[in-house]
């Protein structure tokens, strides 16, 4: 990434102020990307699978204005916090989301070791109805706020699993501190964008936090979790109603509608 990238990636998350590689810079762009570049699937969902390679997914993420899924979601993030000077590792999780946190499961998900100050911290802005909106400490059991809900971090044999706090613990993914080598993400990106099972083929999903709730697209239904407590979800009838939420809620440009459009 260079400089003038690094400009155009922080005018899409509408970051203003100095840069540096501190705690303070750190959390405002870890709150800023999910709020302004949303986690959506339309790549997969259409039978395409989407490109790791970082230019395409800066034109995509950040100059057409869409979003993405975890791979692109956090290597865009690894490569702007790098050129800020953070010392960053890519790591490779075990979701067990809405299971037990025990449960057997491949390494599919993409999330991201900052290390500052000789302290370990977990970034993610790519796990959709559920990303951290701040880093966690990652050696500390004790419940940590984020700008939205409270998390915490366990640890049990050498791995670690991020729980959300959802009126009760849930547990999220399992990941271990291991070396992920380029080849481990492309498989693990063409497996979950063609395989028929996959939930990103079958299930059009996008997701955004922002200060005031999280909102969530799947199964037709519009979720919105408000931060200060309530949920509310509302029923897509009709494609014209989805194109026109999506516009309005997750900021999607009409470029992507007409992907969308096509497959409809």
Known sequence: MDDLQLEKYLKRIHYSGDLGANMEVLKRIHQLHPQYIPFENIDSYTGAVPSLDFENIFQKLVLESRGGYCYEQNLLLSEVLKCIGFKVELELGRVVWHRDEN?????????????LNNHKYLVDCGFG???LTG?????DEEPQD?????FKISQKNGAYTLWTWREKWLPVYR?????????DLEICNWYLSTHPESNFRKNLIFSKVDENARYTLSDHTLNIRKKRGGKESISIENDLQLFKMLKEVFGLKENAIEILKQKN
């Not at 390494?107 to 991201?112: C, D, E, S």
């Not at 984020?146 to 409270?150: H, L």
């Not at 990941?175 to 080849?183: D, N, Q, S, Y």
């Open 135 to 139: 880093p966690l400490i990652l050696n």
């Open 175 to 183: 990941f271990e501190l291991e070396t992920v080598e380029p080849l």
């Open 146 to 150: 984020t700008p939205n809900e409270k």
């Open 103 to 115: 449960s057997s499961a491949a390494k599919t998900h993409l999330l991201l070791i900052v290390e």
């Open 129 to 131: 109805t559920a990303t």
